[in-house]
């Protein structure tokens, strides 16, 4: 070991020796390992590398100025360079990973607010969508209204018709009472006839007052219908009430009752 100590002390007599060229080349083979590990491996190597370079460097320095040989100062510029240079590389790599670092979180951040502007669009569509939903609730609010003053009407002037009927009756019963002529009877027969008529219209209008008040409130025709049985006999009463060809019936309060009643028979 101290002969080999000696000679790379003075490496220009056995320069030709080949346990100095073995160190020698061991030595150069090192570097190079060092830059490669220095350049590709992790972050635990690229902080031991600089230190075997310059430990490298102190031993040159130390075998430089016991030997005077220009050689080893080379050698010493050398192990200075790769740290340099491996240094600076680490750095603009680290500066790079940064880079790409940043980019990536712009990125996140460009697509996290294109979510968000696609949410705000999609609840400011819903809200036009709503505030046109209540506009139209609103009209057929007050259609509703205007439709049960309507029959309010109706209701009060059948009842007074009623009245005058049934006033029209009782005279021509007291009439019968004193005489009992035939036509008198027929006549009665046919105001019988006529009070049942009007009878059966008032209930008729009085119910569909009835119904419109109940729709004011929640267009519910089928109330306490619990069963689809119940709901089918309550249509069933409600089309032969209001059927285009009985009397009074109307094709909107036929189409009506249907479409309360395929709404309602989902639930069942």
């Known amino acids: 070991m101290k002969q080999i ?21 061991v030595f150069i083979g090192l570097w190079f390992v060092c830059c490669f590990l220095r350049f590709t491996s992790s972050i635990i190597f690229s902080k031991i590398i600089p230190v075997i370079f310059a430990l490298c460097m102190i031993v040159f320095s130390v075998i430089a100025l016991i030997s005077f040989q220009w050689l080893y100062w080379m050698m010493w510029l050398i192990m200075s360079w790769g740290i340099l240079i491996t240094e600076d590389i680490y750095m603009h790599r680290a500066k790079k990973d940064d880079l790409k670092r940043l980019t990536q979180s712009e990125f996140m951040y460009r697509c996290k607010c294109e979510t968000l502007e696609k ?34 009407m109706k209701v009060g002037q059948l009842k007074f018709e009623q009245k005058i009927a049934e006033d029209d009756i009782k005279d021509l019963l007291q009439r019968l009472d004193a005489t009992e002529v035939p036509g008198l009877k027929k006549q009665i027969q046919e105001l019988e006839e006529e009070r049942e008529h009007y009878r059966v219209l008032y209930e008729r209008k009085e119910w569909e007052l009835k119904q419109a008040r109940n729709a004011k409130q929640g267009f519910d025709i089928y109330k306490n219908c619990d069963s689809l049985d119940s709901l089918s006999k309550r249509k069933k009463l409600l089309l032969n009430i209001f059927h285009p060809d009985s009397e009074g019936g109307d094709n909107e309060s036929t189409r009506f009752i249907l479409e309360q009643y395929n709404m309602r028979k989902i639930n069942y």
């Open 5 to 25: 100590f000696i000679k790379l002390i003075f490496l220009y007599k056995y320069i030709m020796d080949k346990e100095v060229q073995y160190i020698l080349l």
């Open 119 to 152: 949410n705000i669009e999609d609840l400011r569509i819903c809200n036009n969508l709503l505030e046109k939903n209540l506009k139209i609730r609103e009209n057929d609010y007050k259609e509703l209204e205007s439709s049960a003053a309507y029959w309010k």
